[in-house]
């Protein structure tokens, strides 16, 4: 043994590893198969932007018209690609649906975290697993043949609210057909339940047992310890739910398509048919040609729905990091 | 810990006003509380109940052996078979490249991934293409496929869409499936001699396989039912009657091709709607709903099922 080691280092024939031992193999080929995602999303942002840029640079589109109210790609007297009443019209579709949402799901991540026994979370959790796997065009359809029908059925009438001295103070048109922002909103809050309601969850659980105890044992109630101790200290946890929920409700198409009514107008009243941008280009894609204007209008669409998502990216990272530093 | 305690901002115990003993009000909000939280759990319980009823009873009468087997007509009810076959294909199509490479990114991430720039370049792709929008990511696929590479709605360009889509789902699973793999395995077996990769793959790997499959699963269900992505990827048309014999795989009209536009049940689904022609489009919606619905159900139930057996079988010895 010493004799061999001595014959190496006199003839230099330090026993090198080959090739194929020096490169590590599997930790290239696991490493490759890791940053292919890095490689997609650097991609799909390119192909995105890119489209999304020619309604400005080949249509000679000003950036300050597609801030404008009309709609109108196929107007004679040159076209009108106003693109507010999609993004308002996604704004407010989503803020209606997490309004509804949020409670709900905040609340049933508390009972699963801190209330439910044990055969109650082992019924509820997978329930709201079964609730994720329900496809969107199935929540779609279930709006069109069971939620439209019943608020147009209900609330047909225009609500009207008066005062004795004042007089009317708020006034509202009722449903025409029942597809409308709050179809879409209560569809995608039931859409969005399981996801707000899973990261909350998590955030509850990263809450130390120590503090609850210590809690109780001064005596305070559990809802005193909920909202003073666990609220307060998931709260960064919570507001990343919400975020994530509104990521999703923002880019949910199909569900939303079949019960918003896709009326490209900007939104006014809670009963009125709305058209996202997720609709609007679920709706048109197909009927437009490669190339022309509207549908380089459509790509302009996707793209501000990459900036929503990624700008949601970065807020999460921020609520997270601010958590991490205080 | 100490990121958590610090947070409260009140490290003295709770806010002066709860010091007093609780009051009756104090414990008369608790149970108004637990009421209201017990109330949403029944809540979910009960609009999961109602939506499985109405499908049973919609679905009642018209899901029969022949609405799974037979062509669409446009004159009777017909059936689904050639899209139920294409959302089975492309779930297939899709899993063949999803799979391996979801669990070998996951494997980076678990097992060799340090801190650096690269691993959190890598974890701000995984959410970024989490929190894209179905719909752009089609998109994406449509320009890239469709139009670029020019081969048109393809099964392949739509799976390759969905791969993308659910590529972070899949590796983030594998990774965590890894991570649960404890640590005294990885040491004795490196301790005994084995190299990092014999480790990864004769000790972590085997461990790891009934969180894989849960994995695995989880990430299947969410591809039977997705549509928005294939929307402009895999094509939107009517099927046509398959020929299951036709095993040329480059032929554009063989069931088995890759490179043939393939309709699935979802897209279907929407197709139907929106489209709103044909005197039985109500009951093969609802038919097609039930049928996917329960497809999810078995897959959720598959995932836990199996997940539970190999640990039990595997953690016993």
């Known amino acids: 043994m010493a004799q061999m080691t001595t014959a190496n280092r006199l003839t230099g024939l330090q026993a090198r590893p080959g090739l194929l031992e020096r490169i590590d193999v599997p930790r290239r080929v696991v490493f490759l198969a890791a940053v292919s995602m890095i490689a997609i999303v650097a991609l799909l942002m390119t192909f995105i932007a890119w489209q999304g840029i020619q309604l400005f640079v080949k249509d000679g589109v000003s950036v300050s018209e597609i801030f404008s109210p009309t709609w109108n790609p196929l107007a004679d007297a040159g076209p009108e690609f106003g693109l507010l009443p999609f993004i308002t019209a996604t704004v407010c579709v989503t803020a209606v649906a997490l309004l509804i949402s949020t409670p709900l799901s905040v609340g049933l991540a508390l009972f699963l975290s801190e209330v439910a026994p044990n055969w109650a979370k082992a019924v509820v959790q997978p329930s709201l697993e079964i609730f994720v796997g329900i496809p969107s065009v199935v929540w779609g359809w279930l709006g069109i043949t069971v939620l439209v029908p019943f608020l147009a059925d209900t609330f047909n009438g225009p609500a009207v609210i008066s005062l004795p001295v004042v007089g009317q103070v708020f006034s509202m048109p009722g449903f025409l057909t029942g597809f409308s922002w709050l179809a879409g909103s209560l569809v995608l809050s039931i859409m969005v339940l399981p996801t707000i309601t899973s990261v909350s969850y998590d955030a509850f659980r990263a809450v130390p047992q120590e503090l609850r105890t210590g809690s109780l044992a001064l005596g305070t109630t559990r809802w005193q310890m909920i909202r003073h101790l666990l609220l307060p200290s998931a709260l960064s946890g919570v507001l990343t739910a919400v975020v994530l929920g509104m990521t999703r409700a923002a880019g949910e198409a199909l569900a939303v398509q079949m019960v918003i009514g896709n009326s490209p107008t900007m939104p006014a009243a809670i009963t009125q048919p709305l058209t996202t941008l997720t609709s609007q280009i679920t709706l048109d894609m197909g009927n437009t040609v490669f190339g022309e204007p509207w549908q380089d209008a459509l790509w302009t669409m996707s793209l501000v729905l990459l900036i929503i998502s990624i700008t949601s990216v970065v807020l999460v990272r921020l609520i997270n990091k601010r958590r991490l530093a205080s | ?317």
């Open chain 2, 1 to 317: 810990m100490t990121a958590t305690s610090g947070s409260i901002g009140r490290p003295m115990g709770p806010k002066p006003s709860l010091r007093r003993k609780s009051s009756r009000g104090s414990i008369l909000a608790d149970r108004a509380a637990t009421v209201v939280l017990w109330g949403t759990g029944a809540l979910v319980l009960l609009i999961l109940g109602s939506i499985i009823l109405h499908f049973a009873l919609a679905a009642w009468g018209v899901v029969s052996p022949s609405f799974i087997l037979s062509d669409p007509s446009e004159t009777t009810l017909g059936g689904i078979l050639p899209v139920l076959w294409n959302s089975i294909y492309m779930l297939v199509l899709t899993m063949l490249i999803a799979v391996p490479v979801g669990v070998l990114g996951g494997i980076y991430m678990s097992e060799y991934a340090g801190e650096n720039v690269v691993t959190s370049a890598i974890r701000f792709a995984e959410e970024a293409i989490s929190s894209v929008p179905s719909i752009v990511v089609g998109l994406f696929g449509l320009i890239l496929f469709v139009d670029d590479a020019h081969w048109g709605f393809t099964a392949l360009a739509g799976a390759l869409a969905l791969t993308f889509f659910n590529l972070p789902l899949m590796t983030r699973l594998s990774e965590q499936a890894l991570r649960a793999v404890p640590q005294d395995e990885r040491s004795a077996s490196l301790a005994l001699g084995a190299t990092k990769w014999q480790t990864i793959r004769h000790v972590v790997v085997p461990l790891a396989i009934p969180g894989l499959i849960t994995g695995v699963i989880l990430t299947a269900g969410r591809v039977f039912g997705e549509a928005a992505v294939l929307l402009f990827t895999a094509g939107i048309g009517t099927p046509p009657h398959y020929n299951f014999t036709n095993f040329d795989l480059l032929s554009p009209v063989s069931p088995w091709s890759p490179f043939r536009p393939a309709t699935t049940l979802s897209v279907y689904i929407y197709k139907l709607n929106s489209e709103g022609l044909g005197a039985f489009k109500n009951q093969i919606v609802d038919g097609s709903a039930a049928v996917l619905i329960s497809t999810v159900l078995l897959f959720n139930l598959g995932a836990r099922g199996i997940g539970h057996i190999l640990t039990r079988r595997l953690t016993a010895s």
